[in-house]
């Protein structure tokens, strides 16, 4: 499916889950549906399952959005007290659009926490009390992190019928009735070989072919490109190789202190989502990344770059790109903001030092070219994630590798078949409306949320209010 037929169906009004390989284009296709909506008055509600897949979408954890912060399980009284929070109340009532990125990091169990929070609040019945949901994600990526178990307990919970690790083991997901998008295009990868090898990973038919084409990228550390990224799969590992990289260099520290303002726990889920770290330490040749986008600077999360000097007055970073391009690096926002004003904020540098970070960071980016230690690899998908940041093969110098590095989940690769499946079903169902139709129910879509619009297509069009035409399902009312 292309961006386009995945951007009308969801104008359309239809729950989705949004699909893909890496470098696909789902994060530009969301950007686009957001600003439709905002163009016609309507705020949707911009979540995602990690604080750093959060600070990447500019919103915030899909906890915090729901209340339910860090709790395994929902009992009755528990919901009701979430219910009863006024600011979570509010929030959950003015949604007609919620955004969930990075779904593969959620959890069944969470994943049905907020539909009972959205129902209760709604006082609808429908899965999530009738807010058009959109999941966002890739499933092949990193899984949850379950970091305790439920535990055995005569209180029934919420959550009793659940046993699955993935958002889609929920018989939420089935209730939902997500019309599945998989995006198709390739906008990252322009190297065939390699995006014939990452494919083979994700279908389980990684061979010795591939596997050759792998070790001829094999290096020793000590030949490891100074500038190149290095990828980790355990932060103490980063931290060793940043700090001991950056006490080599000669000259003087520059040390640039993160500022905050807001409630603290809204502050500590923007550092925890941040990829500026809250103390910055930079040296003149220190290799560093840009953590946010500007395009207007020429920079977008996941550039690279060398320290060329700090600016006389301000000591402001001119940072020098890989392609030669001088910028001098100025603070920026880090925000939560609802309903147009700020709630908490962050200001730092968008820097970090890029000598190293782990595979779990460097979800989300791409790069040029870097380093990798494959060989602590512990998580499926771990390997994939890290190699799928790349453009291409020859951007890859690879330490070493382990059995699990290029192994996914097993129930995944059965489940991405019925997505596909699935898909090519949607867009055969698309494909059947005029444009004509496309247009007059996405103009109702919009008028049933509160949103504007030129003129009351609903007189022009002779849709019924409480009818969803041409098969796809009952159109949710206003609220």
Known sequence: MTQKQALDILKMGHNVFLTGEPGSG??????????YLRRHGIEPAITASTGISATHIGGMTIHSWSGIGIKNALDSRELKRIALSKYISKRVKRAKVLIIDEVSMLSSQTFSMVDAVCREIKKNSDPFGGIQIVLVGDF?????IIKTQLKNDTQKTLLSELSGLFAYD???WRRAKLSVCYLTEQHRQDDSNFLELLSAIRRNNFNDSH???IETRKIAYDSAPKTAPKLFSYNVDVD???NEILDTLKGESKVFTMFSQGPEPLVLMLKKGCLSPNTLCLKSGAAVMFTKNNAKEGFVNGTLGIVEKFAEHTQEPIIKTRNGRMIKTQTMDWTIEENGKVRARITQ?????AWAITVHKSQGMSLDEATMDLGNVFEFGQGYVALSRLRRLSGLHLLGFNDHA??????????DVEFQEQSVKAKADFSSIIKDDVKKISEQFIILCGGKIQENVLEKSGIKKNSWPFGFGKIRQKH
């Open 240 to 242: 060793h190789v940043n």
């Open 26 to 35: 789902k994060t530009h296709t969301i950007n686009e549906y957001v600003a």
């Open 140 to 144: 092949f990526q990193l899984p949850p």
């Open 349 to 353: 540098l968008p820097l970090r030092l």
């Open 406 to 415: 290029f192994k996914v989940h097993p129930e995944v690769l059965k489940k």
């Open 170 to 172: 929920s018989p939420l």
């Open 211 to 213: 596997l050759r084409h």
